[in-house]
């Protein structure tokens, strides 16, 4: 393969993924991620928006000084003070990126930035020169690009390279491309723009028309785009983004068509998404391609004998080369602490100190005790709510008692506390979920609406814990709360007061959309 073949995949779940409502990360969440697209090999990590919240800033300067074979990236609008904070959180980065961009549509540009198509070149041009004094790794977009007008786009994309951007991104910001147009469109611009040789040019594409993956593979093969910006399980604003996981099987599995090399350790793959779904709350759907529970799975008698005989029959690619069997019974209750730490640390679990340490492992001996087999998810889910009780929390889950029976009408009493004092309420509902959360509210008093409930079985079996999410909306605002417990009405109670904390929180994030 010559370099011209080579193929670089941008992760940006931390930074565009983070979009989705209620997908809100802690600091140690995102370093914990970062880490773990660092053992899949992913050449560049978006890890924020270094001028958008201090949180992000913070997160972002702590995954450059975790991260050292990656390239570290902070988005920036295109102007001095964002690029500024931006060099300031990747400082301590082995390997960095400013990625600066300002919209080009017409619409955008009028709408949005009222700004003259002469005002936005210069202030392009300006953000790239700014950009300069802090590294020479520099990727440049134009928001809405798919809906901008092709001679703009010329002058601009010629004028930014001219400057030193070094990466071309071309961005399908509302999912309006299709593929064919999408890919020519690309191509155009490399023909026309006399120095488009002298940076590489990358794409990305959201999933409005679930043709996200579709467009990202007709700017790489029409377009000759070398960088595809993608999320692990699609994660993103609206209908998400391009999946990681997607693009990366399908250019390793048909790589007699595609011929471009990868640097990706695929077998990290589903521990990537499984983290990022347990920790975000966001469930991965059965059917989802890769990473679902039901990638590899073969109901029809005709599939199940064909996979018997020869896997190739109704395989393309085989599960263990994206992670699926590495997914085994770890640890038990006879597990001592250094087994236990071993496994975190195999996870890219870092806890700060020995007493985190020692806190996880009590709760894994509880769980052990209720529960005879312990997953990698049990540890993660775990070790998650070990992280949101370090944080203070406002709300906290003491204990629940609930009676349902057929004819009843199902009722709660719960214990939580409220800044550390205890509180005992009761409550009834349609079910036991229901009656639990009429509880919590009686003393909670939130406003919040409940907009969306959903439960997962965190592994195989009856045993499993059970995983809830709530996503909770008060006053625009909109989060989602996780639990575990094997007792899902447990889960659900967690679920709810975690958030019930994030929107208790005062910290908001405000993100550009790209």
């Not at 940076?199 to 029409?222: E, P, Q, R, Y």
Request: hydrophobic share 40%.
């Amino acid at each position: 393969m010559t370099n011209a073949n080579r193929l670089i995949i941008f992760d940006t779940t931390l930074r565009d993924g983070e979009q989705s409502p209620g997908a809100s990360m802690t600091k140690d969440e995102k370093v914990r991620i970062a880490r773990q697209l660092e053992r899949m090999r992913v050449d560049v990590i978006e890890a924020g928006f270094a001028a958008a919240s201090p949180g992000d800033f913070e997160a972002i300067r702590a995954i450059a000084g975790a991260v050292r074979e990656s390239t570290i990236c902070s988005l920036s609008r295109a102007n001095d003070r964002d690029i500024a904070r931006a060099a300031e959180a990747l400082a301590p980065a082995e390997r960095k990126r400013i990625h600066t961009f300002i919209a080009t549509s017409p619409l955008h540009m009028r709408m949005k930035l009222r700004m003259e198509p002469e005002q936005v070149l210069e202030q392009a041009k300006i953000a790239i020169r700014c950009a300069r004094q802090y590294t020479d790794d520099i990727e440049f977009s134009p928001e809405d690009g798919s809906r901008s007008d092709e001679d703009f786009l010329c002058r601009v994309l010629e004028a930014v390279i001219a400057e030193g951007a070094t990466t071309i991104n071309f961005p399908d910001t509302v999912g309006y491309a299709v593929p064919e147009v999408f890919g020519a469109t690309i191509k155009r611009l490399r023909e026309r723009i006399p120095n488009s040789d002298k940076a590489i040019w990358s794409v990305h594409c959201h999933n409005d028309l679930g043709l996200a993956v579709a467009n990202s593979l007709a700017g790489v093969m029409i377009g000759g785009a070398r960088q595809i910006e993608c999320t692990i399980n699609g994660l993103g604003e609206r209908a998400g983004n391009t999946a990681l996981e997607e693009v990366v099987m399908a250019l390793r599995t048909r790589g007699d068509h595609f011929k471009l090399e990868l640097g990706i350790d695929t077998t990290q793959i589903v521990a990537a998404s499984k983290m990022v779904s347990q920790i975000t709350g966001f469930a991965v759907q059965p059917n989802k391609a890769v990473v679902g529970a039901n990638a590899f799975a073969h109901a029809s008698g005709i599939h199940q004998d064909g996979i018997l005989k020869a896997r190739e029959t109704y395989e393309i690619m085989r599960a263990e080369d994206v992670g699926w069997a590495a997914n085994k019974i770890v640890l038990g209750k006879l597990s001592g602490r250094n087994a236990f730490k071993e496994r975190l640390r195999e996870l890219g679990i870092a806890l700060d100190s020995e007493a985190e340490v020692n806190a996880a492992f009590a709760r894994f001996k509880e769980l052990a005790d209720r529960k005879s087999e312990i997953f990698d998810e049990d540890i993660m889910a775990l070790v998650s709510d070990e992280e949101h009780a370090q944080e203070g929390e406002h709300y906290r889950f003491v204990s629940l008692a609930q009676r349902s029976e057929t004819g009843e009408i199902p009722s709660a009493k719960v214990v939580f506390a409220i800044d550390g004092k205890e509180f005992t309420c009761e409550g009834e509902g349609d079910g036991p979920v229901d009656a639990t959360v009429n509880a919590i509210e009686k003393i909670a008093a939130s406003g919040a609406e409940l907009v969306l409930f959903s439960i997962n079985a965190i592994s195989n079996g009856t045993q499993s814990q059970g995983e809830v999410t709530m996503r909770l909306s008060r006053s625009g605002r909109i989060v989602n709360g996780v639990g575990s417990d094997p007792d899902i009405i447990v889960a659900s109670a967690k679920a709810y007061l975690s958030g019930l904390n994030k929107l208790h929180s005062k910290i908001e994030r405000v993100n550009p959309q790209q």
